[in-house]
């Protein structure tokens, strides 16, 4: 799979991600397929960043270890960037003293990397404009090397700042400048193939797509208190509560938060809330209660590295325990792991579906590199998931209903519910343990009835979800992986590489955590000799879940917990080295 990988890199607070987006649209806009993701410290300003993108002729669900161009808007880029090029690769910079940065010439013949400077700060001042201009100059030449038609990349600057038309006549001199290579002794050119033609896609991250799940599922409230990699939830929220109506709070914690959340469901509203494993730590004494008054809860957890504060900016899939197990007592719930944008728009409106038919919890697990990454997908399907509620609403039923119906015991678990104040038949939605009609008590006999109906839900919940994905060939692969969330993009493009070199590899993938589905899982353990597991944490939380439920052994682990998404050629290292086995 043909794809050029290029990198904005310098200091954070640079307009690195302004820069990238511009080009990442302008790129979608002449027919490449894009992925995208940031990198950034936990600093307002300062520290190195980068956005890279990844773009190519057919869709690409990952990102690439080493960088064909580098775009350096400042000296800690060039610095940081050059590591981070192929050997023969491309550097673009503005430094007019980095002669005198030790090492780094030598380290450019040695690896063949050609370092392109032009003097950008010079050319962006001499325009009338300021230190961040010069990133319009940079990029302007590096849009030359890629070869692709200037108008194109001067249309999506014009978009951006046509409200600022002082700005932007400025800004165009800028690009131009860079474009025709003022003053740069050779511009070096990468033979790009074009697209034939424009597909139709979308460009978007994963928590907007959240966010429009949420509103095609007919979400009315979002609370939430700000938490990378969450936050742009929040913002997204709030920016189109005036368009949707939605009513978007943000409570002064997240015990707040949760509050807020589960007493709007109880009272009929479709609401939820999002969080990052921190914050969810305050949430699970709401998700206790939750289990116990049976009522809806929907919480997106955005995860990035912990015990404590951890790497706040970055990614990992390391509270998969937190979600399973955390409130104190014993409930059913439900832990869902969103993969990319396609999956985030879809599994929001089941996440509500399924948290209203069990009235129960779901935890949607979703990750830094899966909130924030952009990348081109084909337009969402909309009204194909249609809104089920699971409540009593017909009068003729409301009417026959008796307060001891709202926790009966039932085969599956699920008793009657209605909106208060819907029907004469008044119960209690108490925190204590309680009989049918929600009234206290501590007789024994009277426990067991309820407790047992609660639990018996996780069965019928399990046997409703739905098996997990087999991609790839069906069986008898010379490499197989088991994962869950953003493995899955990483897994699709190893995949099809791997197809190109005789490797036959699958791949078995998990939408609906817990509870575990586990025939499939089995008899995929059964046809494939050969394993794996693929995992962004240090312990293999889901793997230890799947051994413990199945009995089964996987061949290997291939974990990863720096903070980093797998990349694209580390996994094909993998496969390479489980197939010379």
């Not at 700000?226 to 709030?238: E, V």
């Not at 085969?411 to 204590?432: H, I």
Request: charged share 20%; proline share 5%; glycine share 8%.
């Amino acid at each position: 799979m043909k794809r050029t990988s290029l990198k904005i890199a310098g200091s954070s607070g640079s307009g690195l991600v302004i820069t990238g987006q511009m080009m990442m649209q302008a790129l979608q806009h002449l027919g490449y397929y894009v992925n995208s993701d940031r990198e950034y410290p936990s600093l307002i300003k300062g520290g190195y960043a980068n956005y890279q993108i990844d773009f190519g002729l057919q869709p690409l669900h990952s990102l690439s270890e080493k960088i064909d161009l580098v775009l350096a808007v400042d000296r800690i880029g060039l610095m940081e960037g050059i590591d981070s090029l192929k050997d023969g690769g491309i550097l673009v910079h503005d430094d007019d003293r980095h002669m005198m940065i030790r090492g780094l010439d030598h380290k450019a013949r040695e690896r063949g990397i050609t370092m392109v400077h032009i003097p950008a700060r010079k050319i962006a001042h001499d325009h009338g404009g300021n230190e961040l201009m010069t990133n319009m100059v940079t990029l302007g030449l590096a849009w030359r090397i890629l070869g692709l038609p200037y108008e194109t990349l001067a249309g999506e600057i014009e978009v951006k700042f046509k409200d600022k038309p002082k700005l932007l006549e400025i800004d165009l001199k800028c690009l131009r400048s860079g474009y025709d290579g003022e003053d740069v002794a050779e511009v070096p050119e990468l033979a790009l193939p074009h697209p034939a033609s424009v597909p139709e896609t979308i460009l978007i991250e994963g928590n907007t797509a959240v966010c429009l799940g949420a509103i095609h599922a007919g979400a009315r409230a979002y609370f939430a208190y700000p938490m990378s990699p969450s936050s742009s939830i929040l913002t997204y929220m709030a920016k189109t509560a005036h368009q949707t109506g939605i009513v978007v709070k943000q409570g002064e914690d997240e015990i707040t938060v949760a509050q807020m959340t589960l007493g709007a469901m109880h009272m009929g509203t479709r609401a939820f809330c999002g969080t990052s494993g921190g914050g969810y730590d305050l949430m699970t004494e709401t998700v206790s209660l939750a289990g116990m008054i049976e009522t809806p809860l929907v919480i997106v957890v955005c995860q990035r590295p912990g015990p404590a504060t951890g790497l706040p900016t970055w990614t990992c899939q390391g509270d998969l325990n937190l979600a399973i197990h955390a409130g104190h007592g014993e409930f059913p719930r439900i832990v869902i792991g969103v993969a990319d944008p396609e999956s985030c728009f879809r599994l929001m409106q089941h996440a509500f579906n399924l948290a209203e038919q069990y009235q129960t919890v779901v935890v949607v697990l979703s990750e830094k590199v899966v909130c924030e990454t952009k990348r081109t997908v084909p337009p969402f399907e909309q009204h194909t998931i249609p809104i089920e509620r699971g409540l009593v609403v017909e009068q003729s039923e409301l009417e026959q209903l008796t307060p001891q119906d709202r926790y009966k015991p039932t085969a599956n678990g699920v008793s009657p519910r209605w909106l208060p104040g819907a029907s004469p038949a008044n119960y209690f939605a108490n925190s204590d343990e309680h009989r049918a009609d929600g009234t206290i008590t501590e007789a024994a006999d009277e426990i067991i009835p309820i407790y047992s109906k609660r639990l018996r839900k996780e069965e019928a919940i399990r046997a409703a979800l739905p098996e997990p994905e087999i991609i790839g060939v069906e069986s008898d692969a010379d490499v197989s992986f088991v994962g869950w969330g953003s493995s899955k993009g990483v897994m699709l493009d190893a995949i099809a590489e791997a197809k190109t070199k005789g490797i036959r590899v699958n791949y078995l993938h998990f939408d609906y955590v817990w509870p575990l589905k586990t025939d499939v899982l089995n008899t995929f353990f059964d046809q494939n000799p050969n394993v794996c597991l693929i995992e962004g944490n240090a312990l293999g939380q889901f793997g230890q879940l799947v051994e413990d439920k199945t009995d089964r052994t996987f061949a290997r682990k291939f974990l990863k917990y720096d903070g980093r998404q797998f990349f694209f050629e580390e996994v094909l290292r993998f496969v390479e080295e489980m197939h010379q086995r």
